[in-house]
């Protein structure tokens, strides 16, 4: 077992979008093999990454996710044969537009993790969060949430403090 | 390079000539019963303006235009505004080299019919932008001067000096940016954003009947002109059109806050033409380059 | 407002060890639309079951929430306990909290607040979570079998001695496919025609197969349990029926010297024939194409001879529509031919290899053809030129396959083998004869295949040279083989009497055109795909469809058959009931939004995507959307992600679910 933790001053808040058949299975296997790693990742389970709306990318970082993570089946597993075919697609174009509008792609991550990698899965967590966390919390869509209009700076106390209260 | 492009510039009796013939072809096939209606362009009250015009009498065929003013991409007359018209019959319709892509686009999405269409292709110089005398942004680095694959096509080319690409220029500055740079570039002109979706209105590929952004079960993108809204607009705006939109720009030159809309087209555009060598609207493709994919298709970026 | 109960399960200690049960019930406590929370030591047992069932009932829940292990393990569990209880079983989520949680991490505070945000964002899901009732499709039990070679045959014979109804299909006139060609077969080498003939008399004898040869699939509409087959029967110019098969009519057929194709064109045919004389059915064809009445109007013999008067010359193709709920494709393969580079083809041609023009150049099957008892030449190996017997054959393995550069990556897999037994019928026949074959390595994978092998070398003495060759020409009366052995690094010429070339196996001709009608998908050879290489071997992705032998890639026969009697193992498991239940996990459209851009359909891996015509009451058009089979659909979502409205939506995982679930975070 690992040593005592260490306490982290920011503790970012991880989605994890992935598909029920190789990656979920991939997370439940690194459950079975007693893996370790940190608790920041929230997973929502798809059929498939074929299902996964570029929506749900934008919708997770604007409820305050810090950094996001999409992950299904290998090139070629797909239970469904072509549904990660798709997404690679169209996460491809995706993570371009966000670039362009001006995400830091370290929030983003794509993998391919199988049913029998839960090693890979707790790899592929540990790495991201360390990551986002080193990044700090991500300010941009979040501030987008809370400002009424762009000229509105928080600049009253009033609004300071009801700034802060915002989970 | 020429910077101060400008319409005026062009000799008028181009665009006379070009007049001149789309009547003729209108007033031939109105007169021949091949088709119902022309859709095509007509003069303004304003001197010098240009609107959308519907024409069904062959006595009416000489009121149709072509000029710097006809900025309009009139596929959305087939698919959207005044898709009833489609109802009765075969149509005409005049298009720009830019106009027919968006055709070809809509013919690979299911929503017109080749057979269904008698196309007048227009040979054209360029289109005024913002302010009469200035040609349009996107005709300055234009590679569809004259449309291919018409019924017929009309009009000369003259030569065209080589203008100032504003648009790439300007692409390429939001490119060399850090990311930072770019979302305070985009926070600032999402800003103005009033959500009067002038944008989705004119372009020929928001044609759905109901917008992903006006559902309310669940509500994806906020509906209200505020910021987070605004910017999930636009993002699921570019997103639905990446590898569908031909660069009509007509989200841009309705934008009444002056977002330059197109630079998010033209980005999803070259992205997918450096990715899958796609290019919008040339040949009427069955899949997109998002509804199809190869099997070594590019994963660097995934894990 | 919801009704939601939630329960946290300790699962012994392995939950309730790193996550605070008691205070993750609390907090869901909590949560708006929770109405009960508990927590309990084993939730999957009986009692944590009777629980779970008493609570729905006290506390009026429309909706449960178990906090335990991955839904993977005991989903099927809580769904059917929560249906005994009278709910829904789709009204019962799983929150992951031991693989996703407690088992993963070691601080406590940390787990709990995990496990207490797992169970906010599945109680948010189950609030939007729609009562599913698991789809039925009723199952028409008539199985069709496309092709009539060794796999469809195979196919056919299980299906119906299982009491079903099968409907055999095979493009040529007579049933039989490769096989019949064949004269021996490894490892036994006992005769083909032998083992093949019965089961073809077989088939055509059996009273639940119908078949019809020289006949093509038109179209295929429907889908698993309900397919529409409409069968092409091509004008044989013969009535079956009247036939007596006594073969007076090729007998007195004027026109005697057409090629054979059965014979690979060494043996001649009338224009009114049977392929072989064991063909089934043994009714003959008139081969419009040569036959003199239908090139002049002049003749009519057969018509004369014909005491039943069978011959009809004015018959036309006819489509026959036959309802099946099954389909198992058994197309078989074809050798690639260096005769002409192909036409549109990845592959490069062999004009090396003369393409084909020297005569005394054949492949695999025409050395089959003439080793065959029944062949053209009555057994005796005879080359084509000028019918001598050859004393020097050289066996050229690996023609086409094998040969990226060439086009065709990959192992043709019995050329190995059968031309092993070539050496073996070569010297068993001409008894000072030399044979030698050039090859990369001998592949023999498979029961007594290598002793055969070696059989061939030690015991047949075929010299077996490492090595490609280069280039094949005519020098006098002998084909020049040059080549390398690699062995000792030399070149090699060879003057041969014959050169046979073991040439790639190949899908059918028109195998991709059958795909597309039947919607099943194939690689870039035209092999068709089945659904998963490992687990999924003779299953198609499309359901109800199911694959046997060469179609699907290079097969010996014993893997044919054993994959031929599989298929029918699929097809008498899916008729084993009248109706066939799926989870109700499927795409449906809504028709009021959809404006049919058909991005569904474009990217559906099933072929689920239909259009549908939306008529008023009087018949009147009003426009087209698409319509999503729910028989077909696989339930991957895909469409839903591109549908740019919406329009489609996936039972089980739409769109407020997902979304409830982000919000919730």
Known sequence: MHGHKEKHAFEPKIVAFVCTWCTYAGADLAGTSRLQYPANTRVVKFPCTGRIDPVFILRAFQKGADGVLVSGCHPGDCHYMAGNFHARRRFAAFRQLLDFIGVDLNRLQFSWVSAAEGGKWVEVVTELTERVRAMGPMPEFRELEAEECWSGAIDTPELKEAYETIP | ?303 | MSRIGVFVCHCGENISRTVDVEKVAAEAARLPGVSYACDYKYMCSDPGQSLLKKAVAEHGLDGVVVAACSPRMHEKTFRSAAKSAGLNPFLCEMANIREHCSWVHEDREEATAKASDIVAMMVARVKKDKRLVPITVPVTKRALVIGGGIAGIQAALDIADAGHQVVLVEREPSIGGHMAQLSETFPTLDCSQCIMTPRMVDAANHPNITLHTYSEIESVDGYIGNFQITVRKKARSVIEERCTGCGICSAKCPQKKIPNSFDKNLGLRPAIYVPFPQAVPNTPVIDRANCTYFRSGKCGVCQKVCGPGAIDYGQEDSLIVEPVGAIVVATGFELYSISEKPKGSPIKGYGEFGHGTIPDVIDGLTFERLASASGPTGGKILRPSDGKEPKQVVFVQCVGSRAREKGISYCSKICCMYTAKHTMLYRHKVHDGQAYVFFMDARTPGKNYDEFWRRAVEEEEAVYIRGMVSRLYQKGDKVVVMGSDIAVGLQVEIEADLVVLATAVQPRTGADTLAQKLGISYDRYNFYSEAHAKLKPVECATAGIYLAGACQGPKDIPDTVSQASAAAAKVMTLFAKSELEREPIVAKVNERTCVACLYCRKVCPYGAVEEKELRDRQGNLIRVVAYVNPGVCGGCGTCQATCPSKSVELDGYTDEQIMAMIESL
Request: charged share 25%.
């Open chain 2, 1 to 303: 390079m020429n910077n101060s492009a400008q319409t005026q510039s062009i000799d008028p009796a181009l665009y006379a000539t070009a007049t001149e013939a789309i009547r003729a072809e209108a007033k031939r096939v109105l007169e021949a019963g091949t088709v119902a209606a022309v859709v095509g362009w007509q003069a303004g009250r304003r001197k010098g303006s240009a609107l959308p015009a519907i024409v069904t009498d062959p006595t009416k065929a000489d009121t149709l235009v072509f000029s710097p003013a006809c900025v309009n991409n009139l596929a959305l007359y087939l698919t959207k505004a005044k898709k009833e018209i489609r109802q009765k019959g075969r149509l005409a319709i005049v298009v720009k080299g830019c106009d027919l892509r968006a055709l070809v686009g809509l013919m690979g999405e299911n929503q017109l019919k080749r057979e269904e269409l008698h196309i007048i292709g227009v040979v054209c110089p360029g289109v005024q932008g913002r302010g009469e005398a200035t040609m349009a942004a996107k005709c300055r680095e234009c590679a569809v001067h004259t449309p291919e694959g018409t019924d017929v096509t009309v009009g000369s080319l003259p030569d065209l000096p080589r203008f100032t690409p504003v648009e790439s220029e300007e692409l390429a500055r939001l490119e060399a940016m850090t990311p930072a740079e770019r979302w305070a570039f985009w926070k600032e002109h999402f800003a103005r954003c009033i959500r009067c979706y002038a944008c989705r209105q004119l372009c020929p590929f928001c044609y759905c009947e109901q917008c992903l952004c006006d559902r309310n079960r669940p509500q994806a993108v906020e509906t209200t002109p505020r910021p987070a809204g605004n910017m999930a607009w636009h993002i699921v705006r570019a997103m639905h059109l990446a590898g569908r939109c031909a660069g009509c720009a007509e989200c841009e030159r309705a934008c009444p806050m002056d977002i330059p809309l197109n630079l998010l087209n033209r980005k999803m555009a070259k992205e997918l033409k450096e990715l899958y060598g796609h290019e919008a609207g040339f040949e009427v493709q069955e899949k997109g380059p998002l509804a199809q994919y190869r099997e070594d298709d590019d994963q660097s970026f995934i894990k």
